[in-house]
């Protein structure tokens, strides 16, 4: 099934064509707008016969979408590492209501508490689920490569920044995404143990519905972080999303 996302041309049967103006993935509502018509007409995928401009069905939980995009850039993020982009890390962590989960990327020196930032390479599960793309150019569904490309032409002089060896990162990355996905993704937050003390294993999420607990092997925490002891990750002013 192609993917959605505000914009894309639809077809009803009462209504005519027209395109998309909201989506959301968790619940399967989408807004559309019509013809001349001034207000925008709610829709559910699962019961309203909507359909793409050239008539394929839009059918909702045929494959459950990803609530959040993590897993397509652990995805990419493994490519670059592959290529020789070692120096580009993946901080996700949840919001504080734990509704999502927000995704940095960052480049240059593995610094977890003073990330650089730069436009588009941020971003959160909220702002996902009614558009889902990164923000960088790409498109809804795109792969690993296809995001890869969209981020080179996007902002090459960001993503040159990443080119260099941290062997050291790269294999434990490497070893994580083995551990996870397709199905999860891991999570930066802190854990505290029984006996108080910070924990050094990764939480584990499911990125879809339907996903079983996640049974696999413990995942320990990226180099350097153990060292850390910061509640929260983020000083409040920097918080966008």
């Given at each position: 099934m192609k993917p959605i996302a505000p914009g894309t041309v639809i077809f009803h049967r009462y209504r005519g064509y027209g395109v998309l103006t909201a989506v959301n993935l968790l619940t399967g509502w989408v807004s559309a707008r019509f013809g001349n018509e001034q207000r925008c007409l709610d829709l559910n995928l699962s019961t309203d016969e909507v359909q793409h401009a050239d008539g394929e069905p839009i059918l909702f939980r045929l494959s459950p979408p990803d609530r959040m995009p993590h897993g397509r850039l652990m995805e990419m993020v493994l490519k670059l590492h592959t290529a020789g982009y070692q120096r580009l890390y993946l901080y996700s962590w949840p919001k504080d209501a734990g509704m999502h989960w927000r995704w940095h990327l960052f480049t240059g020196?593995?610094?977890?508490?003073?990330?650089?930032?730069?436009?588009?390479?941020?971003?959160?599960?909220a702002d996902y689920i009614f558009n889902p793309v990164m923000g960088w150019g790409d498109l809804p569904g795109a792969t690993a490569d296809e995001l890869i490309d969209a981020l080179a032409r996007f902002d090459p002089e960001g993503l040159a920044n990443a080119l260099g060896e941290d062997e050291e990162h790269a294999v434990w990355f490497r070893r994580i995404c083995e551990a996870v996905l397709p199905d999860y993704m891991y999570s930066l937050e802190k854990r505290l143990n029984p006996d108080g003390s910070v924990s050094n294993v990764l939480p584990v999420y499911p990125l879809r519905q339907g996903v079983p607990d996640y049974d696999g092997p413990s995942l320990p925490c990226p180099p350097g972080w153990s060292k850390l002891h910061y509640v929260n990750p983020i000083p409040r002013h920097f918080c966008y999303f």
């Open positions: 020196c593995r610094t977890w508490l003073q990330r650089p930032w730069r436009e588009g390479w941020y971003g959160s599960g």
